[in-house]
């Protein structure tokens, strides 16, 4: 029996690399300065894809470091809100990680 190999990619939020199947591709949408993220889940919308772990916790180190732009090749800041509602991530109306949710679960005053 012969056993095929799964194609590999690297999270853009922790760096580590895993199979497509457990990561979430992910896509800019938009023209010009104002692109947003959107999750692609079946792979297939169009156009140059970044791939994150279906994880929070890379979600936000991702948002933190500016990973998407810099892997999706978009220049500015790209609205991320979409994807912090797939992934369920805590997030303000500017699309920024919510600090002061995350430091009250660590127990630190914000």
Known sequence: MVRRALPERTCVG??????????LRVVAVGAGAGHSLRPDPARRMP???AHVHPDPACFTQAVRRRAFGRALRVTGVPDHGELARHLD??????????????????????
């Not at 922790?14 to 990561?23: G, Y």
């Open 14 to 23: 922790c760096r580590s690399r895993a199979s497509t199947k457990e990561l």
């Open 47 to 49: 156009g140059r894809g």
């Open 89 to 110: 991530a805590p997030t303000t109306t500017s699309g920024q990680p919510d600090r002061t949710r995350v430091a009250s679960k660590v127990g630190r005053p914000t």
